[in-house]
C-alpha cells in the first residue's frame, strides 16, 4: 500500500513501512507504484491472518475511530 499523508493511521492498523526496493515485482510493476503515486510516498505493508474472525469482533478501525469521536 502506497501513502502520502496517511502513515501514522496504517501503522496503528497493524502496518508497517517497507523500502520501496523491498516491493514485490508486481507491485512496482504497477502504474500506482511506477507514476501515479510520488517516489516520497510510504511503501506498507501487513500481514494478514487466515482463518475466521470471532463473531462480534471488531476491526481495529472501528476502535480507532471511537477513539477519535472522543477527541
Known sequence: ???TTA???FTALAYTAIARQQAPEAIRATR???TLCPSTSALMSKTVATGTVASGAQLPSAE???SNESR
Open 32 to 34: 500506482q507504484f511506477s
Open 64 to 66: 480507532i475511530a471511537k
Open 1 to 3: 500500500m502506497l501513502t
Open 7 to 9: 502513515e501514522a493511521w
